[in-house]
């Protein structure tokens, strides 16, 4: 019973070409992350909601956005990829802010022709 | 098979051996610490996790130690099976920060 679905898993973009990769959750979690991850190396948060809240990390690009329209998805935008955004990008939720831990999906590798 | 204290980007060990993966976290507040994880092609998953007021932790086959002094995290595996192959990650939280900062994982190969 899948609880943190990512769609598609594997996605494939022009350079430049705008893409929004989807993320939904059954566990009604508060908190909804999303992590970019390269080659085996440790994800790096992007961006995290608390509910309605939006948290940007200070590094982030501004060529990634996200949307919360409801609880239960949360869709990231790259607004115009280049090579070097092509990773694996990973959702994660938590059932609030603090002491919990973290359920991520199954991640959508980006690759950026 | 077994390494304490550094931490190493890779681990190789004999199935039914104990591994031992270290990591070192930055925060002095850190107050929750996770362990995750990762098979290949898919998202981390949680392990076990520990609070700061303690520095021992168990659960079935995994034990987690925490060395606040020297800001320091490990994960034991008893009889490591080759299941237990994957990349594996230590977090940090910060208090009342909700986010967790990832460490350098380790990739634990399990030989047959």
């Known amino acids: 019973d899948a609880m943190v679905i990512q769609n598609p898993r594997y996605q494939v973009t022009q350079f430049g070409k705008p893409v929004t990769l989807s993320c939904s959750q059954t566990l009604n979690h508060n908190v909804m992350y999303w992590y970019q991850q390269k080659s085996s190396q440790a994800p790096k948060l992007l961006f995290h909601y608390y509910d309605k809240d939006f948290n940007n990390e200070a590094d982030t690009p501004d060529n990634f956005q996200s949307r919360r329209p409801n609880t239960s998805f949360c869709f990231l935008d790259i607004r115009s990829p280049g090579l070097g955004d092509a990773a694996m990008y990973l959702c994660a939720t938590s059932r609030d802010q603090g002491d919990y831990e973290q359920y991520f999906g199954p991640g959508t590798r980006l690759t950026v022709t | 098979g077994e390494s304490v204290g550094l931490h190493l980007p890779t681990l190789s060990v004999q199935e039914g051996d104990n591994s031992i993966i270290n990591c070192a976290y930055s925060n002095s507040a850190s107050d929750y610490f996770i362990w995750y994880k990762q098979e290949s092609g898919k998202g981390p998953q949680f392990i076990i996790d520990?609070?700061?007021?303690?520095d021992k932790r168990q659960g079935q086959r995994v034990t987690v130690l925490l060395n606040k002094t020297v800001k320091h995290l490990s994960l034991q595996i008893a009889a490591t099976q080759p299941g237990d192959s994957a990349v594996y990650f230590c977090?940090?939280?910060?208090?009342?920060?909700?986010?967790?900062?990832f460490g350098d994982g380790t990739t634990l190969t399990v030989k047959p």
């Open positions: 520990i609070r700061s007021n303690m």
């Open positions: 977090a940090e939280n910060r208090p009342r920060g909700g986010k967790s900062t």
